[in-house]
């Protein structure tokens, strides 16, 4: 099994900053595409930003310019820099791994705890 443990979540005021970790360890085959979801109070669970394994960034349109994803293959590691945070941005957020395996060709997706994310106006 592959867990993945999160941190990095708190209480800041808008303007402020987080940066999220997301740690992905056990058996491990290889991962491919790492990501971030976020899911508010009564909403839809949503794609914040998504890396693929060669790090190769994409976000969605609500946090262009203000959040950056990166990763650290050799720590199994992605992290979600977050700046100028809303309070639209408050969530709960999610990190996923994609471990591939070689035979059968089976990719899945695991996912992490959830930190939560609140940003006070």
């Known amino acids: 099994q592959v867990q993945l443990v999160e941190s990095g979540g708190g209480l800041v005021q808008a303007g402020g900053s987080l940066r999220l970790s997301c740690a992905a360890s056990g058996n491990i085959v290889g991962i491919n595409a790492m990501g971030w979801y976020r899911q508010a109070p009564v909403k839809q669970r949503e794609l914040v930003a998504t890396?693929?394994?060669?790090?190769?960034?994409n976000y969605a349109d609500s946090v262009k310019g203000r959040f950056i994803i990166s990763r650290d293959n050799a720590k199994n590691t992605v992290y979600l820099q977050m700046d100028s945070l809303k309070p639209e941005d408050s969530a709960v957020y999610y990190c996923?791994?994609?471990?591939?395996?070689?035979?059968?060709?089976?990719?899945?997706?695991?996912w992490g705890q959830g930190t939560q994310v609140t940003v006070s106006s």
């Open positions: 996923h791994a994609d471990d591939r395996t070689v035979h059968p060709p089976i990719m899945n997706r695991y």
């Open positions: 890396i693929s394994s060669g790090g190769n960034p």
